[in-house]
């Protein structure tokens, strides 16, 4: 596994070594024990999994809020979607600041966001499968979300047209309407 911290400390990408064969490939997608050596100690409880079947969905930006807080580790399992996460640990160097990486079945990179930071993506293929594995279980009294487009977060999302959102994305608010449960701790 290559483990690279984007310029957002704590964000990090991974990419699992594929053992290729005649059948095609296999690959560890995730190791708790060796990924706690490389000091991304994680207890993931929980695995999810969409389809999104039009080119230009976007889901995001999502968060849960503390107690349930998520950490996530994200693949594609199909096509070719633009993950993104956004720091929004209030008092952060960071804060307010994105990435974004293409992940796809075929790169198989991962993205892994610590908890603090919203998460979304947007497809790039039809019928575009994500995976993702998160640090605590569904709460949606904790659910929250900041609207894709917010100007103040500038993501570019590489899209040809009008996202198609959920109904619940289309009402989340801007970042100058938005209060962040998270507070930062410092430097790790
Ligand atoms: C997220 C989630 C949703 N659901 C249900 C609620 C709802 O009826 C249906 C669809 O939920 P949503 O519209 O929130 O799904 P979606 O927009 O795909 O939400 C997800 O987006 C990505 C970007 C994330 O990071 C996730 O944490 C999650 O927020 O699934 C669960 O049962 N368990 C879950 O963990």
Same mark, same amino acid.
């Given at each position: ?32 024990? &060796? ?26 930006? !999502? ?11 994200? &693949? ?42 919203? !998460? ?69």
């Amino acid at each position: 596994m290559q483990v690279t911290e984007t310029p957002l400390p704590g964000v990090f990408l991974l990419e699992p070594r594929r053992f290729g064969d005649d059948r095609g490939f296999f690959c560890e997608s995730w190791n708790k024990a &060796r990924m706690a050596e490389a000091g991304l100690d994680y207890d993931f409880v929980q695995d999810n999994h969409s389809m999104s079947a039009q080119l230009g969905t976007v889901r995001g930006l !999502h968060f849960q809020s503390p107690p349930h807080a998520q950490a996530k580790l994200v &693949r594609c399992g199909r096509g070719v979607l633009f993950d993104v996460a956004v720091d929004i640990r209030k008092g952060s160097p960071t804060y307010g600041q994105w990435v974004g990486y293409e992940l796809s079945f075929d790169n198989g990179k991962q993205l892994l966001i610590p908890e603090g930071f919203l !998460h979304g993506f947007a497809t790039r293929t039809p019928d575009t499968e994500i995976i993702y594995k998160c640090s605590d279980y569904y709460a949606p009294e904790c659910d929250g979300a900041v609207r894709f487009d917010c100007p103040d977060l500038g993501i570019d999302w590489g899209l040809s047209g009008d996202a198609v959102l959920s109904e619940k994305d289309a009402a989340a608010p801007v970042m100058a309407d938005f209060d962040s449960p998270f507070v930062w701790e410092g430097a790790a």
